[in-house]
């Protein structure tokens, strides 16, 4: 069935350091990723997303990277800094775009 | 823009009580709003779709009389946990999904966290 799930549950990193978030789906005829950060308390708020006939996008210090091959998509942060450390979901539409499915999740945890 | 609030932001109930939460999108219509809940240290767990209008879709397992979703107009869903009890616990978190433009996208809530006593 359709399950979009995350390798590492938790990242620390420190300032300044790039930070890479792995997510992996399992329906290959998937087209379309969303990443979501979602910090302590608070609903997920949209970082990126990307389109399967994609496989790079980029955006103010973040890159999404698709491989449909192995059916992978990372989410990259350059030069992370502590108003990064959030927890960051991956996600992906289905039933026709009627509702996200959301993967596990992983915290980044960003020390000085 | 795309904004969407929720209200209240924390509540603490007596087990036994309902308890209702609005989710508004502030600029712009919602055709399609979704309740989510998430436990902690956990992902968010689709509980239902509302249309404007029409019945909610409940995911398999969420039970519908519990869970009551009104989407009365397009810029207001709300869900009522009936008869709360403590394993209702938990951080609960709309989305709301335009009429115009991507529809593909979800504008989230700032989530509603409940405590039932």
């Known amino acids: 069935g359709e399950s979009v799930g995350l390798h590492l549950p938790t990242l620390s990193v420190q300032e300044g350091d790039n930070s890479i978030i792995n997510c992996a789906y399992s329906n290959s005829a998937s087209d379309y990723f969303i990443w979501y950060k979602q910090e302590s308390g608070k609903g997920p708020q949209f970082i990126i997303d990307i389109r399967s006939n994609m496989d790079k996008r980029q955006g103010q210090r973040v890159t999404v990277l698709l491989n449909k091959t192995v059916k992978h998509l990372s989410l990259q942060i350059a030069a992370t800094q502590p108003g990064d450390s959030a927890v960051y979901f991956c996600?992906?539409?289905?039933?026709?775009?009627?509702?996200?499915?959301f993967g596990a999740g992983t915290r980044l945890a960003v020390h000085p | 823009g795309a904004v969407v609030s929720q209200h209240p932001s924390r509540v603490i109930c007596k087990s036994g009580t309902s308890v209702k939460i609005e989710c508004r999108s502030l600029?712009?219509?919602?055709?399609?709003m979704f309740w989510y809940r998430q436990f902690p240290k956990q992902s968010l767990m689709l509980m239902a779709t509302?249309?404007?209008?029409?019945?909610?879709?409940?995911e398999q397992g969420v039970e519908k009389d519990k869970f009551l979703i009104n989407h009365a107009s397009l810029t207001l869903s709300t869900l009522t946990v009936t008869s709360a009890h403590p394993e209702d616990s938990s951080f609960y978190i709309c989305?709301?999904?335009?009429?115009?433009?991507?529809?593909?996208?979800?504008?989230f809530g700032p989530g509603t966290r409940l405590t039932v006593l």
């Open positions: 509302s249309n404007e209008g029409s019945k909610a879709t409940y």
């Open positions: 600029d712009f219509q919602a055709t399609t």
């Open positions: 996600a992906e539409p289905s039933g026709g775009y009627n509702k996200l499915i």
């Open positions: 989305s709301a999904r335009g009429s115009g433009g991507r529809t593909d996208t979800q504008y």
